[in-house]
């Protein structure tokens, strides 16, 4: 419907993108969704900002999270994708980013579920370590740890710090 109210929009639009690489189903699936956004927010696309393409992503995301076998990253990478063309349109401002999502309520509420002096120390070993090596090695640690903490917590609750820790708990974890 976007196409035939702003044929010289699409036509720009579809010839960015394939100049950025896209091939036509795709650059007409980036289109599709800039049409989503003009219908959610009721705006012509020159009237959108990055507010708008901020809100919206998110509430597309979000409906595609509630339907199972969506495609959420697929439909993530298509987001990012359209924002790239955007901006080579000149119909936005700022550059694509890309957006990792951060998942620190999730550890937060898995950590609490860790006795508070085994947790505390596992922490601050983490905190240790995160001066001296790189942060993937660190994040590699933090899951490892908290997955065994959980796993500890989980099956032996007499066990409340670090010093408690049997062999038969790491073995259990391996």
């Not at 609750?157 to 790491?170: D, F, I, N, P, S």
Request: proline share 4%.
């Amino acid at each position: 419907m976007l196409a035939r109210t702003e044929p010289e929009l699409h036509l720009r639009f579809m010839e960015t993108a394939r100049a950025l690489g896209f091939r036509d189903h795709l650059a007409m699936y980036q289109f599709n969704l800039l049409g989503h956004f003009v219908a959610l927010f009721g705006k012509q696309p020159h009237e959108l900002h990055q507010s708008h393409w901020d809100q919206g992503r998110n509430l597309l995301l979000e409906a595609a999270r509630r339907i199972p076998n969506r495609g959420v990253k697929t439909l993530s990478t298509s987001l990012f994708n359209l924002e790239a063309t955007l901006f080579h349109c000149e119909l936005s401002d700022e550059l694509p980013r890309r957006r990792h999502p951060d998942r620190a309520d999730i550890r937060a509420a898995e950590w609490s579920r860790v006795a508070p002096t085994m947790a505390s120390t596992m922490q601050h070993y983490l905190e240790q370590i995160a001066g001296t090596l790189r942060p993937g090695t660190v994040q590699n640690a933090e899951l490892t740890l908290r997955e065994f903490a959980l796993l500890v917590a989980a099956e032996d609750t007499t066990v409340t710090c670090v010093a408690e820790l049997k062999r038969r708990h790491v073995e259990r974890y391996r």
